[in-house]
């Protein structure tokens, strides 16, 4: 079945500094990967997301480069800010069966 | 555009008794998701339906059921409520194949 590993946190930054979270994939098809960000007491929402090989997904600064090769699709940012503090989650959807398969989540706090 | 509306916002439950939550997708969207996040066991998928048809539905117990209407809104019900039943219940919305869905704020049940 489809799976996805992300790297486990909690990770603790200082404002402007480079974030990297890396997310790999096991997938039966050929899936379309994805990025979601939740803050305090809300939902998910969508960060990027990459539907093919070698795609960029970018967003708020936010990238993530689809890589068939090595099965991942790790999010980076140049230049943290406090309002990035988060959980940041990887996901594919193989448009197969229809549902998202989640990574565990890694909590990203950004320190003034 | 209204985004993804799930109600109720909060919900204390006693053992042994029965809950309905709601969820009303984006206008157009016809593909509703349903998931439980708790701290253990993370974002898992519970059912999806598509026109009124559910396509796919999760390891979970037969206590969970869903439905779809014709207007594309979706409730889920949890029936026999067990303590391990509190959580955070997501809904998602997409227009079919799952290349973007956005996710509502959530339902949090607490079972007592």
């Known amino acids: 079945g489809n799976s996805v590993t992300q790297m486990e946190g909690p990770v603790t930054l200082s404002e402007e500094a480079f974030l990297t979270i890396n997310c790999t994939y096991t997938a039966t098809g050929y899936p379309s990967l994805f990025w979601y960000v939740q803050y305090p007491g809300e939902g998910l929402q969508l960060l990027l997301k990459?539907?093919?090989?070698?795609d960029k997904g970018s967003n708020k600064g936010f990238e993530a480069t689809y890589r068939k090769e090595t099965t991942s699709f790790h999010l980076e940012k140049g230049s943290v800010q406090v309002s990035d503090s988060a959980v940041y989650f990887c996901a594919l959807s193989d448009r197969v069966d229809y549902k998202l398969s989640f990574g565990a989540g890694t909590t990203v706090t950004v320190r003034a | 555009k209204a985004g993804v509306t799930q109600t109720p916002r909060y919900l204390i439950k006693t053992r042994g008794q029965q809950v309905t939550l709601s969820c009303s997708p984006i206008s157009g969207h016809r593909s509703v998701s349903w998931y439980q996040q708790t701290p253990g066991q993370g974002l898992q998928f519970l059912f999806e339906?598509?026109?009124?048809?559910?396509?796919n539905k999760g390891n979970f117990p037969g206590r969970f059921s869903g439905r779809q209407f014709s207007n594309s809104r979706s409730e889920m019900n949890v029936s026999t409520l067990e303590l391990g039943d509190s959580a955070l219940y997501l809904c998602?919305?997409?227009?079919?194949?799952?290349?973007?869905?956005?996710f509502g704020q959530g339902t949090r049940l607490t079972v007592v």
């Open positions: 339906y598509f026109s009124e048809t559910q396509r």
């Open positions: 998602a919305s997409s227009p079919d194949s799952l290349l973007e869905a956005f």
């Open positions: 990459a539907t093919k090989a070698d």
